[in-house]
């Protein structure tokens, strides 16, 4: 079935030079009660000093809606962990703010379903990295991870939630992401977003089960052909070389390049990593992306606002014109842009040349 997209309008600044804010990550703890292989937080059952108190999280949400009403990514550790994480999500949602949740399904009971939809969360995502218990439990470090997301959908699903499916890309699981799209599909998830590995975190210990950047191509033309084979909304994540490939597939098949540009399957542009999107630490350090470790401001110092619009290294990302290398000479760095937070973790530069490219600009030549 067709997947459904809007017109092919882009976002746009203000006028004054800052892009709309679509959405804010936020580590609202780094407890966890799974051990995952790639994670990007090395969480784990805390506890850590320095969480932004209920407080402070109610004042950097009025903040947030003073820029914009984007999208809230309530996310972790593991967001249920936080005793006060229903308070927060309600307050958002009386701000007008899009609240949605990234918990790992295994403490999802009924009774936590139901105050889900009493705070308003409009949608939540369950990580599938196999397509099987064994897969998915030897990913997440943690016996019956599997069961206890597959549980936790089902719980969710009865309260009306709407839920997602992400997946994680390795060498280890590259084989079950067709399986993993059916299972997705199976329990009735309404979209599957892939996210291709950054090597930040524990993610740095399992390197070597990245992919190649052949294997990264395939993977996303594979992605593009299921675009007319299933009705979930699909959406790569940390793989901002798919928007090249949207574009270049598109003109191959003479079709137009339309997208959706709106909600949390938004298809904008490649890397958003200060440029419509940021990340905001469990103690409040605000960060291009939770894989790019460069704090742009504390919110326990500064308003928000300030900081989104005049933080140098928001400046520096938001200019695309200043990347270097081939992706300085693309003809695709204003969709595309390269990830930024694999750049840095490669050179220690975040704005030199994606690694993981195979494609070569005509001007590179």
Same mark, same amino acid.
């Given at each position: 079935m067709p997947h459904p997209h809007s017109a092919n309008t882009h976002p746009t600044d203000a006028g004054d030079g800052i892009p709309p804010l679509r959405l804010v990550a936020w580590e609202t703890t780094r407890n966890c009660n799974l051990s995952c292989v790639h994670c990007r937080a090395s969480a784990t059952c805390g506890p850590y000093?320095?969480?932004?108190?209920?407080a402070a999280a109610h004042r950097l949400l009025s903040q947030i809606a003073r820029v914009g009403q984007p999208i809230i990514i309530l996310t972790g550790g593991e967001p249920l962990l936080r005793e006060d994480i229903f308070d927060i999500a309600a307050y958002g949602t009386q701000l007008g703010l899009r609240m949605v949740m990234a918990p790992n399904g295994t403490l999802i009971t009924p009774d936590i379903a139901a105050k889900m939809a009493a705070s308003g969360i409009k949608r939540?995502?369950?990580?599938l990295d196999g397509a099987t218990a064994e897969s998915h439990d030897r990913f997440r470090g943690v016996s019956g991870a599997f069961d206890g997301a597959l549980r936790g959908i089902t719980h969710?699903? =009865? =309260?009306?939630?709407?839920f997602q499916i992400n997946t994680t890309i $390795?060498? $280890?699981?590259?084989d079950q992401i067709p399986k993993i799209l059916a299972l997705a599909e199976q329990?009735?998830?309404?979209? #599957? #977003?892939?996210f291709l590995l950054v090597p930040t975190g524990r993610g740095k210990y399992i390197v070597d089960q990245a992919i190649d950047a052949r294997e990264y191509e395939r993977t996303l033309n594979w992605f593009y052909d299921q675009r007319d084979r299933t009705a979930l909304q699909l959406k790569a994540t940390c793989a901002p070389h798919y928007h090249r490939i949207l574009r270049q597939r598109a003109k191959e098949e003479g079709k137009s390049v339309t997208f959706q540009t709106h909600g949390l399957d938004a298809v904008t542009r490649g890397c958003l990593a200060g440029s419509g999107f940021c990340f905001v630490s469990h103690r409040g350090i605000v960060q291009p992306c939770g894989f790019l470790d460069l704090p742009c401001g504390d919110v326990t110092k500064a308003d928000f606002a300030d900081i989104w619009r005049n933080a140098e290294h928001f400046q520096t990302l938001r200019d695309p014109n200043l990347l270097k290398g081939k992706c300085g000479l693309c003809a695709f760095r204003k969709v595309c842009g390269g990830c930024r937070a694999r750049a840095y973790e490669a050179v220690g530069d975040f704005m030199a040349e994606e690694p993981l490219c195979l494609y070569e600009p005509v001007a590179a030549k």
């Open positions: 000093s320095g969480e932004l108190d209920t939540i995502s369950i990580s969710a699903k =009865a =309260a009306g939630i709407e $390795t060498k $280890t699981n590259l329990l009735g998830a309404v979209a #599957h #977003h892939i």
